[in-house]
């Protein structure tokens, strides 16, 4: 192990270019999938006919499949088909579909945990479905939901590491480029990679906790 | 529309891949299963030594990707002297990663059991292990099927990290077909198919027990 | 409370969904701009040549985390391909490409051309245009030294050989030794760090990228010689003749006024 050697002045700064890059590409990533997600669940919980299905159908496939799979899919099949993204675009879009789909489940369950006596009382008191969802239900269903939702934020964020594979130089890309230099290198940036990752992370989930133990 | 000659002439390679996919996640979820019960036991134990080792174990491996676990035991290690194949180190990797997940939801369940259960079987002359075994953990294990069962089928779908550390799992050799074949598109989408065909009956399967048990409380 | 957080949310939602489509946006128009006029003209009019090449390659192409610079062979080659093109050697930017990803990435326009240790093949000749041969390579193996392996015939069933995948080398060395293990991974850096640490028993690819691996540890040496031709060549998207013929010249411009071999002797010198 050369300690010293892996982690430089000159190295430490490469590896924070990176972790700028995942920062960036799984925040853009966090906020179009939490959107989509949002829609997505809710269009399935509404149970409008034919639309509700399909939906179901395209979200229980993404979310049974690898994320790796899918940014290999973006990246490497749709130009096949006409569909060309630059590796950062290529890196957010996978990120996006994947997380969107994840969170819709969590958004459906989330929905579906309120009790629909209350859908009932909302609607017997005049207000219409859309306006009994968005002012009734949601704003109940969200704060349930903030605990899961937070933790597959943090999936996505760890998951961005996975988009080496298609050369975006991300944190664990730049990794890979400094200890490439010497394998006494390894251990040490593995060391201080996880660890970023580690502090980021758990500072998020002690954020959710936070609002868990507000909200009960 | 999909080329499935792409999947004949490569039935074998497929095959291949997908068995030693299934395996993979098979040996994986007995070791992160027996790991995320040591670990949450240790969480709950009274002994506070043991709580702390429990936390750092959850935090830290939940926090941090599943590629650098990986990469560690497949190309870490061997500068320390051990030397894991790309399978070995996957499967080990998927293990310790999944764990971090099946003990906090463990702990979850078991702390969802009111304390003052743990309280009367004590006093009604049961050891704190006996207390656990009878009492508190049959009814953890309700709470707990369904998100455990969502753990494993995460670790089915990150079983492709293999892929990376020429596992020799479904993903690395798609990968391979792709490109010795230039071809694309239907690569991936025979890749995806596999993997649905094991994580489609696993999700329908969660969410019938989720149901059944729901029904059940 | 609540409904000011949200609203405070949604805007952040709103402004970064529209910075990403505007991001989107520009790439279209970029794209579209290609089918429009000639690759040549338009990295004329722009005034800037985008080129793909390795980042973990050592003599070819690698990054060198401490400057932030990538260094070698390819890397110069493309400055001097700017200087003809464009004036200017400093007309040039890189952008990092594996054997996997040069491909779809000249495809989809992020880069112009390809300046990456690429054999030329009848394959790849389907999907890309190539320039003329600008380097001799050959495909050897690289063992650490002391190995029982000293070229391809100790190759035999059991040996794990290490190659990267989209190479031409991890088709050939199937061919070449069918009874051995190929194990491949996403790029050099990978498939050398792999070896090193004692994954396989040897490493195959070009020569070339060989040498730069045994430069950067001398515990590793190129055994066997070479046993295959492995020619290099600059690609450009398919249909491209103006461009091609614009990159003929300047590499015979090159090979004429001594840059060529300054850069060769510069790189490859003692091999």
Redesign the interface.
């Known amino acids: 192990?050369d300690i010293a050697g892996a982690l430089?002045v000159?190295?430490l700064k490469?590896l924070a270019d990176g972790f700028k890059l995942t920062l960036y590409v799984a925040?853009?990533s966090i906020?179009?999938s939490?959107?989509i997600g949002i829609v997505f669940g809710t269009l399935r919980y509404a149970n409008i006919p034919f639309l509700s299905k399909v939906v179901a159908v395209i979200v229980?496939?993404i979310?049974?499949?690898?994320?790796?799979?899918i940014i290999?899919?973006i990246?490497?099949?749709?130009?096949?088909?006409g569909l060309?993204?630059?590796?950062t675009?290529a890196a957010?879009a996978a990120l996006t579909v994947f997380e969107s789909a994840m969170l819709a489940e969590i958004v459906r369950s989330g929905l579906n945990s309120i009790d629909k006596g209350q859908i009932e009382a909302a609607r017997s008191s005049g207000l219409t479905y859309i306006q009994t969802l968005v002012s009734i239900v949601m704003?109940q269903a969200l704060?349930r939901m903030v605990p899961p939702i937070v933790s597959q934020f943090?999936s996505l964020l760890?998951?961005t590491?996975?988009c080496?594979?298609?050369?975006l130089?991300e944190f664990?890309h730049?990794a890979?480029?400094?200890?490439?230099?010497n394998?006494?290198f390894?251990?040490p940036i593995?060391v201080v990679?996880?660890f970023m990752?580690?502090i980021v992370?758990?500072c998020l989930?002690l954020i959710a906790r936070r609002l868990e133990s507000r909200q009960a | 529309m999909l080329d499935f000659s792409i999947l004949i002439n490569n039935l074998d390679t497929y095959l291949e891949g997908f068995k030693n996919t299934v395996l993979a996640s098979i040996i994986a979820l007995i070791g992160s299963f027996i790991i995320g019960v040591i670990v949450a036991v240790m969480r709950i134990a009274p002994i506070k030594p043991l709580n702390w080792i429990g936390s750092a174990y959850v935090e830290f491996i939940r926090n941090i990707p599943l590629l650098i676990i990986a990469f560690f035991f497949y190309i870490g290690l061997p500068s320390i002297g051990v030397t894991l194949s790309g399978f070995v180190a996957g499967t080990i990797a998927l293990a310790i990663y999944t764990a971090s997940f099946i003990a906090e939801a463990i702990r979850a369940g078991i702390q969802a059991v009111p304390k003052g259960q743990m309280e009367a079987a004590r006093s009604s002359g049961l050891t704190y292990l006996q207390a656990m075994r009878i009492i508190i953990l049959p009814q953890a294990i309700k709470i707990v099927i369904p998100p455990i069962g969502n753990q494993f089928i995460n670790l089915v779908k990150n079983s492709a990290i293999l892929g990376m550390i020429a596992g020799l799992d479904l993903m690395y050799f798609g990968d391979l077909v792709s490109s010795h074949t230039f071809v694309t598109f239907p690569v991936y989408i025979f890749v995806a198919m596999f993997y649905l065909v094991l994580t489609i009956p696993l999700s329908l399967g969660v969410g019938y027990l989720e149901k059944r048990l729901a029904r059940s409380h | 409370m609540f409904k000011s957080k949200t609203s405070k949310i949604a805007g952040v939602l709103l402004l970064s969904a529209s910075m990403l489509l505007s991001a989107c946006g520009k790439g279209d128009k970029e794209t579209s701009g290609t089918a429009a006029k000639n690759a040549l003209e338009q990295i004329k009019s722009k005034d800037k040549i985008v080129i793909g090449v390795k980042y973990d390659t050592r003599l070819f192409g690698l990054k060198n985390p401490s400057t932030g610079d990538v260094e070698g062979f390819d890397i110069d080659i493309s400055k001097e391909l700017a200087k003809d093109l464009l004036g200017d050697a400093k007309k040039v930017e890189f952008k990092e490409v594996t054997s996997k990803t040069r491909i779809p990435m000249l495809n989809n326009g992020d880069i112009d051309a390809i300046v990456a240790t690429m054999t030329i093949s009848e394959e790849r000749k389907k999907e890309v245009d190539f320039s003329d041969v600008y380097f001799d390579a050959g495909q050897s193996l690289l063992v650490k030294k002391g190995s029982a392996i000293k070229g391809l015939e100790d190759l035999k069933k059991g040996t794990k050989v290490l190659a990267v995948k989209g190479s031409t080398s991890a088709i050939n060395i199937r061919q070449k030794a069918p009874d051995t293990t190929v194990l491949e991974f996403e790029n050099y850096t990978e498939a050398f760090t792999a070896l090193k640490a004692g994954q396989g028993d040897a490493l195959t690819t070009d020569d070339s990228i060989l040498y730069g691996m045994a430069d950067q540890d001398s515990n590793y040496e190129l055994v066997g010689g070479t046993f295959t031709d492995e020619p290099y060549g600059i690609a450009v998207k398919k249909g491209n003749k103006e461009l091609v013929d614009a990159i003929n010249s300047a590499l015979k411009k090159m090979k004429e006024n001594g840059k060529y071999d300054e850069i060769h002797k510069k790189w490859i010198k003692s091999h």
């Not at chain 1, 080496?164 to 050369?167: G, H, S, W």
């Open positions: 192990m430089s000159d190295h490469f925040f853009i906020v179009l939490f959107i229980e496939t979310r049974n499949l690898p994320l790796l799979l290999f899919f990246f490497f099949a749709l130009p096949e088909v060309k993204l630059s590796p675009v957010i704003p704060r943090i760890k998951d590491s996975l080496v594979i298609i050369a130089p664990m730049n890979q480029i400094i200890y490439a230099q394998i006494n390894i251990i593995f990679v996880a990752y580690f992370n758990y989930s």
